[in-house]
């Protein structure tokens, strides 16, 4: 069944185009189609040999859609200093310095194709690399948290059945815990993928579906959850944003509607999309808190944007009424002057490399990765960074980002920003997160005339002073090769431990003149300055569970102690792993007490689980008897 396109837009009053909140209903154009259950990855384990002569990919179309001209709006052409370019990197000798500390240091995944795309999630248990392939099908890697290789190198095609085009993008939705993926479904189809892993196993059987993208080639897709929905970004000179039902995706349910919305264009850059915040975290995000999604704006652009922005934009998903779901915005938030222009607005090939006439392209106009989210006892935040012309003579770094929320009444604010550049050496492809112990880690790549392409690492803990990165810049990969393309990467991913809030960051570097990946394991060592009270934003612990009564009827209750306040779920699950239950809960310090309506549930045994973050396996038998 095909739904009747419903759009209209509301305008408020504003001083200018850019700046008027736009109310956009959603269109409803497409449904989620079911294609079934996959084999098994690990029973498909070494059906992939090598890349053969098949049938290639030779572009992309972001190697089209990126040159397109923008609209010929005059804006500031000034190239202004950068407003808030870091100037002190000499923090080893200061009182309460903090240093990274790398667990390992993995070979990534390998390919023959022009770009990685690489991209991590990170579970309890796995660690999961996906990217591109020269040939009609993504590649999947999967290890153990020891370093153990469980699957060295697939095709999705091997397991899921069905041909892909690439831009693959993986998550690991924590409250679920579960994998999603989502890729390209061919070269020309307006048509997306998304895969859902069955368990908390990537190694196992994977739910497979498809839907048709109206708006046009979903061109460059980034994946995020936020409560009840997934969210996919698009990239394109007209970019979209489409929302799938995530308790569907997650069950094995198709014929759900997708929503889509359309946000405003900007003015001069061709190539534009928006990033959605990633929920990540033990804690939920607020009751009813739409998704957050974002992009900066260049007054370099146009007149129609007067100063550099951040702008803000909120979608309302409505499950139970899907045409009343909303897309508002945007809350524009200044931020500090920055220059997008490295060799032309619209320009591909500007970085320099060592030993080599081909230059780099830094996918400058717009927020890198995924911007992640996650909420603390007093505050929410989100982090993200993009590429900028951060001396203003051509030499890209860092731009980085702290967005907070004090509460639910009030709006999402500047609360910290940098631009990083500690030598005259371009840094881009750039990546952030944050973990509960408010620590921020970067990631991204070097090159310049005396460095081949490679993989640094940097970040800050939540008790330095604000608007630097204080941890000394460490070297992942040093570049031994220049690269034969200028596409480099696309896009890299760095995700926190949801165990321990370690982080992982995978990326491109060049071993010879064609890139291979790497991915990396590391700390942060935590605030030493004793002045500074740190926040308890650890997950609570949760003791003494029971249940009953046992076998269960129509209800269940459950009982158990907490060391602090804190929100929770309570996952029912039944014996091959599928989620039957999913339930928000507050939690006071000390003795809980919950009710959990079972009436629904089929005659069977079942797996309670009070989840968080380091409580991952606490669960016990349920029997349910009508």
Known sequence: MRYILQLFALLLLSNSLFGQEIIQKAAITSTLRFVGISKKLYDVKGAYKKEVSATFKVEQHEDAERIKPGENTDGNRLIKPDGALQKNYNFSNEKGHTSIKVLSNWNGNITSFTRSDNNIAVGP??????????ATSSFIRVWNKAGEVLIEKEKFRSFIGIDDWGDPNIIYDEKADRFVVSFLYSGTDNK???????????????????????????????????????IITIASVHPAVYALKRSDILNGIGASPVLLFRPGKLPTIGWQSLSSANETGAMNVPPNAPAVLMRVADDYWGLEIPKDRMEIFFLNADWSNPSASTFRGPLVLPIASYNSDLCGINANSCLPQKNADVKLWPVSNFIMDKAQYRRFNDHESIVCS??????????????WYELRKKNVNADWSVYQQGTYLPTIDNRFMSSITINQDGTIAMGYNITSETIYPGIRITGRTACDNLNEMTVTETTVKEGLAPNLTLNYGDYNGIVTDPV?????????????????????????????NASVKKPDNTPANYSNIKAF???????LTATFESNKDSRTQ?????????????????????????????????????????????????????????
């Open 125 to 134: 248990n796995h660690v999961v690399q996906v990217i591109n392939s020269n």
């Open 192 to 230: 997306l993928i998304i895969i859902a892993s069955q368990t908390a196993d990537p190694t196992g059987a994977w739910f497979v579906y498809t839907f048709d993208t109206p708006n046009g080639f979903p061109d460059y897709e980034k994946l995020t959850v936020w409560r009840d929905s997934y």
């Open 386 to 399: 993009h590429v900028c012309n951060a001396d203003g003579n051509g030499v890209s770094g860092v731009r």
């Open 500 to 528: 321990d809030g370690s982080f992982w960051f995978t990326a491109q570097w060049n071993k010879i003149p064609w890139f291979s990946t790497n991915v990396v394991h590391f700390t942060i060592e935590p605030c030493k």
């Open 549 to 555: 009564p046992l076998p269960a009827d129509n209800g």
């Open 570 to 626: 309570l996952q029912v699950y039944n014996f091959n792993g599928i989620k039957m239950i999913v339930q928000d809960i507050t939690v006071t310090k000390g003795a809980n007490n919950i009710s959990i309506n079972t009436t629904l549930l089929p005659d069977g045994y079942y797996l309670l689980k009070v989840a968080t973050a380091q409580n991952n396996n606490l669960k016990f038998l349920v029997k349910h008897r009508h």
